[in-house]
Every structure is written in structure tokens, then in C-alpha cells.
């Protein structure tokens, strides 16, 4: 029979161990609550683009000034953009912010905030290229290029659905080239691999600013783009939605366009 001394050392182990648990659980769970990891596709000025090995960007101030209005801690992962809705299904990633437009087919995997921006496509080009696009001939003219587009995005899409998928389509798929990052297709525009690059007007005027580059055509899309949520998870997206609502009638939602479009 164990005597009470020993009972009592016993007690007082399993005690110490019961406290030790939950003051270890307690601090993971307490960590995890707070950070929230935000996914991005880091090719995308000015919206995300890498700068000194940092992703910086109109999205990454925006949404990290979101979450901290919400006492979030905010990690942020460059993505593939076509990787990020699977990443957010996943867990990877608790929220998209990535210039992504709100569109039907990605309101079924995914739930949008409100909307933050408004941007049409355009078509970039090299400035000392011959090819000039006006309303009544781009279609034509464009289905004779090379062109590229970011794998997953509304541009690469609008390629396909306006200019390949078509009855009586003279454009050949081989004609289309799909990059993970637009990034590699303004690289490729500038070498000559590509004739255009059909990607949104705000980051096309943003490239053409650097570069021997132009915006040759405005093709009217009216996206808009939102931050993107796991389907179903109303409490952060209603969390979001406020604080993005507050957010947009600041005085620093002001300063930060007035900083990146400007
Ligand atoms: N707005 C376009 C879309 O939703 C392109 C977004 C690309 N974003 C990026 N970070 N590369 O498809």
C-alpha cells in the first residue's frame, strides 16, 4: 500500500503535469487565434510586387491595416495566384488578398468582401511595336499575336472565352501563352517571346511606367475586386466587411490610394 507521502508526491505530480498542459495549449491556441495568414500573388504593382525581398503593395497596407483595426497579427504568403483559392479550401491561408475579382464561378469556392477597387483589362504593349488597336479592329488584330496572361486571372480568361473559344476563331491556342506569374509575362513581352500582354489596366499602366512598355487598348470589364474568405466563414467575413467599410471612409484610405495611384 503506498503511503502518504507518496500518494501526496503523486498527486502533486499529476497536478503540475495538468498545469503544465494547459498553460502549453492555452499559449498555442492564444497564437493562433490572433495571427491570420493572408495569401497574395506577389507580381502585381501596385497592388502586390516584391520589393528587397519584402511583398509590399497597395492590398498588403490595406489589408494589414484591416486586421490590425481587428487586433489580427498579419503573416503574409506569396502565392501562385491560381494556387490561392485551393490554398484558402486548404487552411493554408485564411484570407485572399491579391487584386482577385469577384466573379460567379469563384463566388461558388469562395466568399467575397464587399468590394475595395474598381479596374478594367488592358493590352500591353513593347512602345516601339507597330500594332495599333482601336474598337472596331482589335478582336481581328489581337487574334493574330502572341499573347500572354497569368495563369487563373479574368485576363487569361477574357482570352480565351473572346478570342479562342469562338466560332470561326482564327486565333490558335498555341498563340496563348499562360505564365504563374505575370511578372514572366512582361519578362517575355520584353524579349520578344510575346506580341501583348492582356492583364488588368491599373498594373498594365504600372508595368508601362517602368518599361518600354504601352497600354495599346482598354478592354471594358468592370471588375471589381474583393478579399476572399473560405466559403462559410461568416464571422470573418463579417468582421472583414465592417472594418473594410470603416477603413474606406479614412483618412488613411485616402493617403494609401493617393500613395500607389498617384
Ligand atoms: N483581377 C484579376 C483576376 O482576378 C487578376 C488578379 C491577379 N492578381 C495577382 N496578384 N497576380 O483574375
Not at 110 to 125: G, H, N, Q, R
Not at 138 to 162: F, H, K, P, R
Request: hydrophobic fraction near 45%; charged fraction near 20%.
Amino acid at each position: 500500500m503506498m503511503n502518504t507521502k507518496k500518494k501526496f508526491a503523486s498527486v502533486l505530480l499529476i497536478a503540475a503535469f495538468a498545469i503544465a498542459a494547459v498553460g502549453l495549449s492555452g499559449c498555442v491556441q492564444e497564437e493562433d487565434e490572433n495571427v491570420i495568414i493572408v495569401g497574395t500573388s506577389a507580381d502585381f504593382p501596385p497592388f502586390e510586387y516584391m520589393e528587397g525581398g519584402e511583398i509590399i503593395g497597395f492590398d498588403i497596407e490595406m489589408v494589414t491595416a484591416v486586421l490590425e483595426s481587428l487586433n489580427y497579427t498579419v503573416e503574409v504568403q506569396d502565392i501562385a495566384f491560381d494556387g490561392l483559392i485551393g490554398s484558402l479550401q486548404s487552411g493554408k491561408i485564411d484570407i485572399i488578398a491579391a487584386a482577385m475579382s469577384i466573379d460567379p464561378e469563384r463566388e461558388l469556392e469562395v466568399d467575397f468582401t464587399i468590394p475595395y477597387f474598381e479596374a478594367d483589362l488592358s493590352v500591353l504593349i513593347m512602345a516601339n511595336s507597330n500594332i495599333v488597336l482601336n474598337d472596331s479592329n482589335y478582336l481581328d488584330e489581337l487574334a493574330n499575336l502572341t499573347i500572354g496572361a497569368q495563369t487563373g486571372t479574368t485576363g487569361a480568361m477574357w482570352v480565351v472565352n473572346n478570342l479562342i473559344n469562338i466560332t470561326n476563331a482564327t486565333m490558335q491556342e498555341e498563340q496563348f501563352k499562360r505564365y504563374e506569374t505575370y511578372t514572366e509575362a512582361v519578362l517575355d513581352l520584353e524579349n520578344g517571346n510575346l506580341d501583348a500582354v492582356v492583364i488588368d489596366k491599373p498594373v498594365g499602366e504600372a508595368f508601362a511606367e517602368d518599361e518600354d512598355m504601352e497600354i495599346a487598348y482598354t478592354i471594358v470589364s468592370g471588375e471589381q475586386y474583393g478579399l476572399a474568405v473560405k466559403e462559410g466563414n461568416t464571422e470573418l467575413l463579417n468582421k472583414l466587411n465592417t472594418a473594410l467599410a470603416a477603413y474606406m471612409e479614412s483618412d488613411d484610405w485616402t493617403a494609401l490610394v493617393k500613395k500607389y495611384f498617384e
